[in-house]
T-cell receptor, first 116, second 110 residues
Framework: EPEVTQTPSHQVTQMGQEVILRCVPI?????FYWYRQILGQKVEFLVS????????KSEIFDDQFSVERPDGSNFTLKIRSTKLEDSAMYFC??????????????FGQGTRLTVV | KQEVTQIPAALSVPEGENLVLNCSFT??????LQWFRQDPGKGLTSLLL?????REQTSGRLNASLDKSSGRSTLYIAASQPGDSATYLC?????????FGTGTRLTVIP
């Protein structure tokens, strides 16, 4: 069964360092998302991406964050200068059609980011 | 802004019991609602997607219902098993994203 794949599963980084989280969405999907979950809290939306541009972003997704689809298969989330409060589980998701109004979103297993 | 709430936050039941998890949302103009399962430290596994035109959706021992007018959904788990222990999340779509509830942590005691 097709699945969303995220790497690495766990990343530890020093405060102030740049990190890149990688995702391979399901191959025929056109809409991509990043979410995060701080330990013990809700899953929060970060950004949605379609047709090589951001379609929506939350207030969490500030100038320190960026997303890219560098080739036909990968979708990345970059955090330029990590802060302690960026420590969280980051989830990538993809969907076949947009607006999530009539389609299911599929999530990856997550990358646990720990900033020390 | 859509607010999604799940009650109870945690639930413990003995193996074999039937149980109901609740999800409520403030904006009833939704197209669908999705239920997910999350194991500790793991990702989100989609369990059921119920469309606004449906009242119920079933998958194995799971049955989800949706009442848009009252802003509620329930996930019914029949004959619970220890392997059902996990956190269950509901989510409703916005224009380009999903709004998640806080989850119900279920423990099924053997």
């Amino acid at each position: 069964e097709p699945e969303v794949t995220q790497t690495p599963s766990h990343q530890v980084t020093q405060m102030g360092q740049e990190v890149i989280l990688r995702c391979v969405p399901i191959s025929n999907h056109l809409y991509f998302y990043w979410y995060r979950q701080i330990l013990g809290q809700k899953v929060e939306f970060l950004v949605s991406f379609y047709n090589n541009e951001i379609s929506e972003k939350s207030e969490i997704f500030d100038d320190q964050f960026s997303v890219e689809r560098p080739d036909g298969s990968n979708f990345t989330l970059k955090i330029r200068s990590t802060k302690l409060e960026d420590s969280a589980m980051y989830f990538c998701a993809s969907a076949e059609t947009g607006a999530l109004t009539n389609t299911e979103a599929f999530f990856g297993q997550g990358t646990r980011l720990t900033v020390v | 802004k859509q607010e999604v709430t799940q009650i109870p936050a945690a639930l413990s039941v003995p193996e074999g019991e039937n149980l109901v998890l609740n999800c409520s949302f403030t904006d009833s103009a939704i197209y669908n609602l999705q239920w997910f399962r999350q194991d500790p430290g793991k990702g989100l596994t989609s369990l059921l997607l119920i469309q606004s035109s449906q009242r119920e959706q079933t998958s194995g021992r799971l049955n989800a219902s949706l009442d848009k007018s009252s802003g509620r959904s329930t996930l019914y788990i029949a004959a619970s098993q220890p392997g059902d222990s996990a956190t269950y999340l509901c989510a409703v779509p916005g224009a380009n994203n999903l709004f998640f509830g806080t989850g119900t942590r279920l423990t099924v005691i053997p």
